[in-house]
DNA sequence: TTTGATATCCCCCTATTATGGTATTGATAG
DNA sequence: CTATCAATACCATAATAGGGGGATATCAAA
């Protein structure tokens, strides 16, 4: 059976040979470098052809999250694995949009690095309990909207305007005359506080209003 | 110390029949319900005052996900956790946005409930790896952008189109003449296959093209 | 050197949208 | 019963946007 190979980025040195000797204990894992810095990152994925990444947050020159997007320029294979001290500094989201696999808090490592390696591997996301709940936090829409106090029939109007229709077309899909349009719109328009078609437009996608 | 109240929401009996036993062997929980369907919901919620709802996805009547929406009109503390037998129908996200805090498969209930409802009342969001990975997959953001080849000024002007800012604006804007901005504005709805303000910004925000 | 892409500017004409009115109907809340 | 609101509809005028041209300058690649 071929080994699994493990590439380290921690600037924390004694962390990082923690890490290395937590995992060789481990036959199956082979390290196939462990570096206090991400410099030549590129240079050292192509060389080491890693199943896993070890990849700090914050580390002296290039951080970890500028790390993972050079790396997933050429490699979407490797499972990369963020490390970090704190779950709240916004580099969270960052790191998981450049292609991060997997987010553990330091203070976790020792307890589940083994089992996040082979969860990852598995096609799973490791991922600190602290963390998670930001991620899902992330997904949970808060609806009680309706702050512009819009009408279901101006929301269905503004949706339909959204979508790039005109209000010829707007008219005839509700099957309602053109003015009748005209004079939603302008009543939206004075809802929203805005004055043209763009503003509604923007207003709505970006305020997720329908 | 007060007990953990645990409301059951599982159309399958002896799976539900299972959670509770296997609940009923820690002193700390108690069961305050358990229901082959959701038609009660609110009821049983208000009645039951749980710290956990443990809800099937797939009921008769009223599913895991309207359940679930309507248990969070009124309680935004409850814990919820789902339980789905796959991992790939789509309400994983609609649960998820509608307030759920955890997502578990079936088939590691058992290894992983009692665990995962210490993680859940902790603050964390216990997750099945595979659906773990269905929602970092969610956030990764594919790049390969310019699939439309627009140019950086255009890019910028689409941005600023898509703020809401007339051509006039744009123009004060960027220092350069109103008929410059028309002369872009015309190239980028070429690119983008469309023929108006509204349809451009919609697919700019849509596709995230700004 | 010529070509192609980009950015800049102008003109003409038409279509669509914005603003300001007014008005009728039906449902609903006081 | 009546005041309000939502939805419907129309008119007139002004402003903005869309579609068709044509033109010049730069820069890099062929």
Redo the contacts between chains.
């Keep these: 059976m071929t080994p699994i190979r493990i590439l380290i980025f921690e600037d924390n040195d004694s962390l990082r040979e923690g890490l290395c000797q937590l995992l060789m204990l481990r036959e199956e894992y082979t390290i196939v470098g462990d570096y206090g810095d991400a410099r030549q990152v590129k240079e050292v994925v192509i060389k080491g052809r890693p199943d896993v990444i070890l990849m700090d947050i914050d580390m002296p020159g290039t951080n970890g999250v500028e790390a993972v997007k050079q790396i997933r320029e050429y490699d979407q294979n490797a499972q990369i694995i963020m490390l970090t001290v704190f779950d709240d500094n916004g580099h969270v ?1 960052d790191a ?2 450049a ?4 987010y553990l808090l330091k203070r976790n490592v020792s307890d589940m690095m083994v089992q996040a390696i082979e ?1 990852v591997l ?9 963390i ?2 930001l ?2 936090n ?4 808060q609806r009680p909207i309706n702050l512009y106090m819009l009408s279901d029939r101006e929301k269905e109007i503004l949706g339909s ?6 209000f010829k077309l707007i008219a005839a899909d509700l099957g309602i005359s053109f003015e009748t349009v005209r004079t939603h719109i302008k009543r939206i328009y004075d809802k929203l506080h ?1 004055h ?8 709505a ?2 305020e997720k209003l329908v």
Tied chains: 1, 2.
């Excluded at 292609?99 to 997997?102: I, P, R």
């Excluded at 992330?138 to 829409?141: F, I, M």
């Excluded at 043209?196 to 207003?203: D, L």
């Design positions: 989201f998981l949009k292609g991060a696999n997997g969860e598995e096609g799973g996301a490791p991922m600190s309990p602290s998670a709940r991620v899902i992330q997904l949970h829409e305007l959204a979508k790039g229709n005109s805005v043209s078609q763009g503003e509604a437009i923007s207003k996608l970006n």
